[in-house]
């Protein structure tokens, strides 16, 4: 350092005298600390000496500003280095006297567990005489320099820009410093060059030898972290998996000719995974798989003002609607609207929940085990003091987190989430089989009895095969505990799994990418994800082949069920919760119209096109079960000319806001259907028919048509 250098080119000292000597090493101290708070006066950057904002403004040249983490451990460095510096200035001119100066040449270890130096009775002395300069000095100063003196960096006392955490351990440094070139600066002698603040007899007697030790700390503290930012470089960030999304790959609905095959059947679906998918993904600014786009879940992530039913004992209501097609001129679209009967707050039923969650070391990342936590805990609060609730986690800590609790001790609750940490690989852990016997345990026969599973796609809960899992949620699912899976994370969602058990375990399957959509998901709509109404609901339409040639349902791919499937009240269907609304279109071409699909040379002829025009297009049947029956219940609605609007702008605004949510989805699976309708197409229909919005929902998807404009010509994402 530079006050090193000055004192090096002080007069020879007198000869040794007991007062003289005491006498010069106070008149040194003094003047070493007047220099340190010049310095100090002429420094804005913590009190640090020149020499190490020299270090410091090096350092940062030489690390991207993204490198926090070298800057980090130059710190300690500077810390521990200047720490012996100051130190060992402060017994110098006692050290360039005294016939114990070869033994400083050890190393600075050795030195500081001594008492040669420590203890010298000048020293000592010199430091009681000045006691009242050293105060004078700043506080981050004088705590290092005690720290250094006493022989070890404070614990307590350190300075500011260093207390963040403890210097690494020296080995670990001197290590590092071996795996490097030899210093830029020449070594004072072969064999016993200095440590850096343990001053030798060399130098204090040798000008040059002087200057240049005297810059090493600087040149060795540079070395060390050119050391750091090469090994951070060679380290790779850690990253989200992508591409490992696995997604169910059912073919995209074709026409089908209605003299054929008049009879469409299908269960009802209120997921909404895919959006949320979807979503995440054009956030990124990349097109969605297409095997992800799912349109009916596209279409049902909004609520729609359908006609609500009376009472619980008929919870749904059918509403139709016959509009043009604004996509394809001739053709026209069948819009069917279910909404189900929206249960009181006072007079749903109780909950008996258990939580079984994925605390796997994949779980780590913000996006996974940390929004799961602020998921539930948001959940908690929507339920009433006589819901319980019970955790089971598998992997990192695998077993019961929490027995079943009630809701009245939700401090206990929140408590028990809040301490969730992710760890550990994901196999071994009965988790899923532990969830059930707690659920079990608590069975309220008059209430809901749920499983709710939160994962990143894993799914490796302590059954691994696929089919057995299936087979056991399937029958766990007979005995009245219900299953339902929250997806998080992206690049390894299995959401193909996720569907397959939350259809067969009479649950939903959301996808959480966002705390909004958490919020979504689990509190405003709490009543519809937790409370069925309805169960087993399958929706059948007969077409009219007098009217309609040909018909093709959007979407509902993975959800399609055969004509005796319909009235087999063994074969499980989807589930309505309370309040939810369904929505499903079905693409249809009039008699007459522009035909997609030849008539067969020897199949039944059409009918004339001057025949007068019947009275319906369709007739459309929905059965569903109550959530404590094993019978079935019929609904008939027709659709005829009394439902339908001979424009598009006639047709009623939940309609066309469908419409434009159903083309986007058509879109991003490639448009085989859609032809020339674009994107601006579909901001315009859902522009004018975005209506009342409480949520933003539809303002959102406003923004997500433009996103997707802009990462169309982006590659996407394979599953």
């Known amino acids: 350092m530079s006050t090193d250098h000055n004192i090096m080119r002080l007069p020879d000292p007198p000869p040794p005298a007991p007062d003289a000597r005491a006498s010069a090493v106070q008149e040194a101290l003094l003047r070493f600390d007047q220099k340190s708070a010049e310095e100090k006066n002429a420094d804005d950057s913590q009190g640090m000496p020149t020499d190490v904002r020299l270090i410091e403004r090096t350092a940062a040249s030489l690390r991207p500003s993204r490198e926090r983490l070298v800057m980090k451990r130059t710190r300690y460095l500077l810390a521990a280095s200047l720490a012996c510096i100051v130190a060992g200035s402060g017994a110098y001119l006692h050290l360039i006297q005294s016939p114990q100066s070869q033994d400083v040449a050890a190393p600075v270890e050795q030195k500081m567990a001594s008492n040669d130096v420590a203890q010298a009775p000048s020293t000592v002395q010199a430091k009681k005489e000045s006691e009242s300069q050293k105060e004078s000095l700043p506080q981050p100063q004088t705590q290092i320099q005690t720290a250094a003196q006493a022989g070890k960096p404070s614990q307590e006392t350190a300075a500011p820009s260093v207390a963040a955490a403890p210097p690494p351990a020296k080995p670990r440094v001197e290590s590092l410093i071996a795996s490097r070139d030899a210093p830029k600066a020449p070594p004072a002698t072969a064999s016993r060059a200095p440590m850096p ?22 040149a060795l503290l540079l070395s060390q972290v050119e050391v750091f930012r090469d090994q951070r470089e060679r380290v790779p960030a850690a990253s989200e998996p992508v591409g490992r999304d696995k997604f169910a790959n059912a073919p995209e609905n074709a026409f089908k000719v209605a003299r054929d095959a008049p009879v469409s059947t ?73 909404k189900g009967y929206a249960l009181q707050q006072t007079s749903r039923p109780r909950a008996n929940l258990v939580f079984l969650i994925d605390t796997s070391g994949s779980m780590a990342p913000q996006n996974r085990l940390p929004l799961v936590k602020q998921s539930l805990a948001m959940l908690v609060t929507q339920l009433k003091p ?91 699912r007979e005995t009245g505990i ?83 499937d319909f009235s087999n009240d063994k074969v499980d269907a989807g589930d309505v919760g309370s309040g939810q609304t369904v929505t499903a279109l079905y693409d249809i071409v009039p008699v007459g119209g522009p035909r997609v699909v030849d008539d067969l040379r020897y199949g039944a002829q059409a009918p004339a096109s001057d025949s007068p025009a019947p009275a319906e297009y369709a007739f459309v049947k929905i059965r569903y079960k109550l959530p404590r029956s094993d019978q079935s219940v019929l609904v008939r609605t027709p659709v005829d000319r009394a439902s339908e609007h001979g424009r598009f702008e006639d047709a009623p605004l939940d309609a066309r ?35 009342d919005d409480p949520y933003g929902y539809r303002s959102e998807f406003l923004q997500l048509v433009r996103a997707a404009k802009t990462a169309s010509a982006m590659q996407p994402l394979r599953p």
């Open 197 to 218: 603040g343990a001053p030798s007899e060399k130098y204090a007697l040798r000008g040059r030898d002087d200057h240049m030790q005297s810059r090493a700390p600087s």
């Open 657 to 691: 806001f469908a419409t434009s949510v159903a083309a986007f989805g058509e879109i991003l699976r490639g448009g085989k259907h859609t032809g020339r309708f674009g994107y601006d197409d579909v901001l315009r229909i859902a522009s004018a028919a975005r209506g």
């Open 386 to 476: 006589e819901d319980r609730i019970a955790i089971v986690t598998y992997a990192g800590n695998a077993g019961t987190a929490l027995e079943p609790t009630s809701v009245s001790e939700k401090a206990k609750i929140l408590a028990t989430i809040d301490r969730l940490e992710a760890g550990g690989s994901t196999a071994g852990a009965e988790g899923i089989r532990q969830a059930y016997a707690l659920a079990e345990q608590n069975f309220d026969a008059s209430g809901v009895n749920r499983v709710i599973l939160a994962t990143d796609g894993d799914f490796n809960v302590g059954i691994t095969n696929k089919d057995e899992l299936k087979g056991f949620v399937e029958r766990q």
């Open 266 to 338: 299908f269960s009802i679906d209120v997921d909404t995974a895919s959006y949320a998918f979807v979503r995440a993904q054009l956030n990124r600014n990349v097109l969605p798989p297409a095997a992800s786009v799912r349109t009916e879940e596209l279409i049902n992530y909004f609520p729609y003002a359908y006609e609500a039913p009376a009472s619980a004992s008929e919870p749904f209501r059918a509403d139709v609607a016959v509009f043009p097609n604004p996509w394809a001129e001739g053709r026209k679209l069948i819009r069917i609207g279910v």
């Open 482 to 564: 219900f299953l339902s899976v929250l997806g998080v994370g992206a690049g390894n969602d299995n959401d193909a799994l996720a569907q397959t058990l939350a259809q067969n375990g009479n649950g939903v399957a959301a996808y959480i990418d966002t705390i909004n959509e958490a919020r979504k998901v689990l509190v405003e709509e709490a009543s519809s994800t937790l409370f069925p109404i309805g169960k087993d609901v399958k929706i059948q339409v007969e077409f009219n082949p007098a009217t309609v040639a040909e018909y093709r349902l959007i979407g509902y791919e993975t959800r399609l069920l055969n004509r005796d």
